[in-house]
């Protein structure tokens, strides 16, 4: 898989790029979990969920946030993080001109970035949210959510307390007009250790293929 380098908005991104053979894939970028808590784009839930988009027909994305790795900068506390992103998706975008569908995907601190990049890009047709952080970052941004995703997490999770999250679902279920699909993973983690990796992944592919039907009937 190519390792990429990109203009940033705060110097060069570094990232993994796996393109399809066909001109007209959809594109999806994937989103790392906290960069002052060890998140890289190598964590291993953002590298499955790579790959699942991959196997799924994607071009895929996955970088390091500015001060990660080789991607210059540093931790920019999720605005210069958000921007990154943007930034991800237009490199991605540049690349694949004729994708028919643009989704994103992220883990933790990734998931709040990528519900934020959901706001500013209305191209994203749907998101994939693992583990996001409902009880340290506001979400209150999503008024509304302008597409339909998938929340997933673990029922053990212990850094981010499931209530959090099933408080953050049922506010979003009362907006009109789009989906929220809300996964609960049975004695998965945070991180989904052990086979809860494979339970959320298969939970993942089963979602976006579904979506994927629908949307070209």
């Known amino acids: 898989m190519p390792e990429v380098i990109f203009p940033g908005p705060d110097g060069r991104l570094e990232g993994r790029y796996h393109p399809q053979k066909t001109k007209d894939a959809p594109i999806a970028i994937i989103l790392h979990p906290h960069p002052q808590f060890g998140g890289t784009m190598n964590n291993k839930v953002v590298y499955n969920l790579h790959y699942a988009f991959y196997n799924m027909g994607f071009t895929v994305l996955r970088f390091n946030f500015r001060g990660v790795g080789r991607s210059q900068g540093e931790y920019d ?4 993080e958000l921007s990154d992103a943007a930034s991800a998706l237009d490199y991605l975008q540049a690349m694949n001109p004729n994708a028919k569908h643009c989704w994103v995907a992220g883990f933790g ?18 998101f ?36 959090d999250v099933e408080g953050l679902v049922g506010k979003l279920h009362e907006q009109k007009g789009i989906t929220i699909t809300h996964e ?14 494979d339970t959320m992944i298969g939970s993942v592919d089963e979602y976006v293929r579904r ?7």
């Open 211 to 217: 979506r994927l039907t629908e949307t070209s009937r």
């Open 77 to 80: 506390q999720g605005i210069g």
């Open 184 to 197: 609960v993973i049975e004695g998965a983690g945070h991180f989904f250790e052990n086979d809860h990796m």
């Open 109 to 126: 601190f990734g998931a709040w970035i990528g519900m934020q990049l959901l706001m500013r890009r209305p191209e994203i047709s749907g």
């Open 128 to 163: 994939i949210s693992a583990a996001p952080p409902a009880n340290t970052y506001d979400f209150s941004f999503l008024a509304p959510c302008p597409s339909s995703g998938l929340i997933i997490n673990g029922s053990s999770d212990r850094v981010v307390p499931p209530s």
